[in-house]
T-cell receptor, first 114, second 116 residues
Framework: EAQVTQNPRYLITVTGKKLTVTCSQNMNHEYMSWYRQDPGLGLRQIYYSMNVEVTDKGDVPEGYKVSRKEKRNFPLILESPSPNQTSLYFC?????????????FGPGTRLTVL | AQSVTQLDSQVPVFEEAPVELRCNYSSSVSVYLFWYVQYPNQGLQLLLKYLSGSTLVKGINGFEAEFNKSQTSFHLRKPSVHISDTAEYFCAVTDSSTDSWGKFQFGAGTQVVVTP
């Protein structure tokens, strides 16, 4: 089954403790992206990647890092999480990154930083 | 830069009644427009998109939207809703000078609650 998977689905952590949220897709998609969803703000893009080793900042990249060493994986790294990063995170992918392609979203990761 | 405003944060509607979700955008350039749906505890699914051509766009699950350039709007409609349409709906915009998903702006979302 074609899908985007994220792990973990739920995470509670403390301020300053480094964490990684993994994202993997099995559709051989070139484009991958991370969003955060906050009430009243909709989704905001954190980082995106047009292909392996090609990443770029979205609207809210501060406090986050990403890497794209393999086509299928696009982990989101929080080096020193803070409470304002408490949010619902979504990973997405599409075939080529072109708008004619459909973006597929993962199920989300709910992160709480205490 | 573009921005998107969804005018209603919540829309209650009775089953089998019509619904309209309003979306306005601002941009100094031409745009592409999208509507996504998010069912409880799930990721987003694309309902429909406007890239070019006819301003009336038909999507999945009986939804349609109309692009109105003069009013900078892209309202979503369904003539008769079902209980299963209870979900959050997001309008999104991107600059049409790019053909990629690179920069993408979402609205704050409209929660649709369908009751019998």
């Amino acid at each position: 089954e074609a899908q985007v998977t994220q792990n973990p689905r739920y995470l509670i952590t403390v301020t300053g403790k480094k964490l990684t949220v993994t994202c993997s897709q099995n559709m051989n998609h070139e484009y991958m992206s991370w969003y955060r969803q906050d009430p009243g703000l909709g989704l905001r893009q954190i980082y995106y990647s047009m292909n392996v080793e090609v990443t770029d900042k979205g609207d809210v990249p501060e406090g986050y890092k990403v890497s794209r060493k393999e086509k299928r994986n696009f982990p989101l790294i929080l080096e020193s999480p803070s409470p304002n990063q408490t949010s619902l995170y979504f990973c997405a992918s599409s075939q080529t990154g072109l708008l004619t392609d459909t973006q597929y979203f993962g199920p989300g990761t709910r992160l709480t930083v205490l | 830069a573009q921005s998107v405003t969804q005018l209603d944060s919540q829309v209650p509607v009775f089953e089998e009644a019509p619904v309209e979700l309003r979306c306005n955008y601002s941009s100094s350039v031409s745009v592409y427009l999208f509507w996504y749906v998010q069912y409880p505890n799930q990721g987003l699914q694309l309902l429909l998109k406007y890239l070019s051509g006819s301003t009336l766009v038909k999507g999945i699950n009986g939804f349609e939207a109309e692009f109105n350039k003069s009013q900078t709007s892209f309202h979503l409609r369904k003539p008769s809703v079902h209980i299963s349409d209870t979900a959050e709906y997001f309008c999104a915009v991107t600059d049409s000078s790019t053909d990629s998903w690179g920069k993408f702006q979402f609205g704050a979302g409209t929660q649709v609650v369908v009751t019998p």
